[in-house]
């Protein structure tokens, strides 16, 4: 999108008035294959019958099915794989179809155009692309390409535009964060990544997500102890408990080893926020192996989790594997390890009940614009739980988002809180609200449809 805008492109969420139509797609499951398909399809209609000149595919579908896409959508006109982002003002303007397919060995950098689709206060750096991992139900790899590093200097710059941009929270992500800068001769990479991005001022919260279990190394855990700017927070996919099931996912370890890093973390990070989350119904996956799962869930007692249901790709490694557990099975498990969670996520969070906490405001709800949300350190963006504010006031003085304030917390459920503002803290003068960037005159324009709100990071 920034590459496109910066050639003088409109960008419009509305897929019906725009010339030229991208649809960026997933293909990890064959949920997320569908759903892009089903866009894919969505869109061509759009070509037909609408104002849509043009039709582009990009992301990771393409990486799987760059001739198929082209052959069985005819409206579709060029691919761009998850390597050729950098190609995709060509694909626009028609210079390229299809490119022979190729490992994608894209990286983005400091200086690489990009427009930000999340809220301002609250903006997601990639600091590494791909993974090295052989877990064999994950196809990651074959999509995305090998490990590779943004350079350190690159991303502390790019979180230094962006908190001078606004934004309160930073979330690191890439397939593979915790093995960040061993490609670069990096030893500890991602606690020196962290210290260094604890310094930038304007920043209420780094956090990174995704920790690889065998990854953590106690400097790490020391590194997130002892910076304040440092989200109390870890996100750890430990994917399943039973040595059987993750030697089958070429995973290795076991529960007794995970709940020990656990304690470790725990005493590392004061107060720390868990996160993870499991795969249920692998292959080979008996009911035993299940109730160790779910004991390891008890014994656990982590704040938030994950439960996917095994989905069968066809050219994962797990494939090939025999002994697949019917659906029925596989549901009935995750419904079963989520009873689990809800418990214990009940109870953590009635422990909050009538404290005041730090949060970070995000804004009127997506559910109900009546009511607004914010965030605690330990809730990261979009995947755990939130607060529901019930009175934004203060003193005559309402609540912006971004705004950092202190949250009465009234009531609790079983994911999310319910609480009240009593306190907004000082605005910094870069956090002040202040009116979005606005677009180029849109006489000179193409238009380009997204499907996300859009705002441009100058
Ligand atoms: S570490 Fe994550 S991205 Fe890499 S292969 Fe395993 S599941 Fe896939």
């Given at each position: 999108m920034g590459i496109l805008a910066r050639e003088g492109y409109e960008l419009t969420p509305r897929a019906d008035e725009a010339e030229v139509l991208v649809v960026n797609t997933c293909s990890f499951i064959e949920p997320a294959q569908k759903e892009s398909v089903d866009a894919i399809l969505e869109m061509a209609e759009h070509k037909k019958f609408g104002a849509a000149k043009r039709l582009i595919v990009a992301g990771c579908l393409v990486e799987r099915f760059r001739e198929q896409i082209l052959e069985q959508v005819p409206e579709v006109d060029a691919v761009v794989g998850t390597g050729e982002v950098e190609r995709i003002l060509e694909a626009v303007q028609g210079g390229l179809r299809v490119l022979p397919a190729e490992p994608p060995a894209f990286l983005y950098h400091d200086l690489t155009p990009r427009i930000i689709t999340?809220?301002?206060?609250a903006a997601y750096i990639k600091i590494a692309e791909g993974c090295d991992h052989?877990?064999?139900?994950?196809i990651i790899p074959q999509l995305r390409g090998k490990f590779r590093s943004r350079r350190f200097e690159s991303v502390v710059r790019e979180a230094e535009n962006l908190a001078a941009g606004g934004a309160r929270e930073i979330t690191l992500i890439g397939?593979?964060?915790?093995?960040?800068?061993e490609d670069l001769g990096l030893r500890d990479g991602l606690a020196q990544l962290l210290a260094k991005l604890?310094?930038?001022?304007?920043?209420?919260w780094v956090r990174f997500l995704y920790a690889y279990p065998n990854r953590v190394t106690q400097k790490l855990l020391d590194t997130l102890g002892a910076?304040?700017?440092?989200?109390?927070y870890m996100d750890m996919?430990?994917?399943?408990?039973?040595r059987n099931v993750l030697a089958r996912m070429k995973r290795g370890s076991h529960g007794d080893a995970f709940l020990k890093l656990l304690e470790r973390i725990r005493a590392s990070i004061p107060g720390v926020s868990l996160r993870t989350s499991f795969i249920v119904g692998?292959?080979?996956?008996t009911e035993a192996d299940f109730v160790e799962l779910c004991d390891f869930v008890r014994a656990a007692n982590l704040d938030w989790m994950g439960v996917f249901e095994y989905s069968d790709v066809d050219?994962?490694?797990?494939?090939?594997?025999?002994?697949k557990i019917d659906a029925e099975t596989i549901t009935e498990r995750r419904n079963g390890l989520m009873a689990i969670q809800k418990k214990i996520s009940r109870e953590k969070l009635r422990a909050l009940k009538g404290r005041t906490e730090l949060a970070l405001v995000e804004g009127?709800?997506?559910?109900?614009?009546l009511v607004w949300e914010a965030r605690l350190e330990g809730m990261a963006p979009d995947i755990d739980g939130k607060i529901y504010l019930t009175d934004i006031e203060i003193g005559g003085e309402a609540a912006v988002a971004g705004d950092v304030v202190r949250v009465e917390i009234s009531r609790t459920d079983a994911y999310d809180l319910i609480g009240r503002v009593v306190e907004i803290l000082p605005r910094a003068v870069s956090r002040e609200p202040r009116a979005i960037q606005s677009m180029p005159p849109a006489e000179t324009l193409t238009r380009i449809a997204t499907g996300a709100p859009l705002r441009v990071l100058s």
């Open positions: 999340t809220p301002r206060h052989p877990c064999t139900f994950c397939q593979d964060t915790t093995s960040y800068g604890a310094k930038v001022e304007d920043l209420l910076h304040p700017r440092l989200a109390k996919p430990l994917q399943h408990a039973s692998f292959p080979g996956e050219n994962a490694g797990s494939h090939a594997l025999d002994e009127p709800s997506k559910d109900n614009p």
